[in-house]
């Protein structure tokens, strides 16, 4: 089973940018698939971003144009960094390893989460 670490999240004012990394063990990284989620107080759990093994990015309607996910599979990390931050943005960001290539197989591992908090 593959564990994956989170870390970089923080306070920062809107508009300030915060990069999330995300540490996975295992030889499997490469051929997963990864993604970003996160989960706001009182809401469900949702996709911010994911790319496949060969590269190919998927991002939730709200941060297109402001986030980009990208991996460094010699460093078996996966990255998210975030610009532009809205008060909205606000949740606690999980790490996924999906069983699978593509972004469109099933959800696998999660990370412990970390929160990021942006103040208005």
């Known amino acids: 089973q593959v564990q994956l670490v989170e870390s970089g999240g923080g306070l920062v004012q809107a508009g300030g940018s915060l990069r999330l990394s995300c540490a996975a063990s295992?030889?499997?990284?490469?051929?997963?698939?990864m993604g970003w989620y996160r989960q706001a107080p009182g809401k469900q759990r949702e996709l911010v971003a994911a790319?496949?093994?060969?590269?190919?990015?998927n991002y939730a309607d709200s941060v297109k144009g402001r986030f980009i996910i990208s991996r460094d599979n010699a460093k078996n990390t996966v990255y998210l960094q975030m610009d532009s931050l809205k008060p909205e943005d606000t949740a606690v960001y999980y790490c996924?390893?999906?069983?699978?290539?593509?972004?469109?197989?099933?959800?696998?591992?999660w990370g412990q989460g970390t929160q990021v908090t942006v103040s208005s």
């Open positions: 996924l390893s999906y069983a699978g290539s593509s972004w469109r197989a099933s959800l696998g591992s």
């Open positions: 295992g030889s499997m990284f490469s051929i997963n698939a």
């Open positions: 790319i496949s093994s060969g590269g190919s990015t």
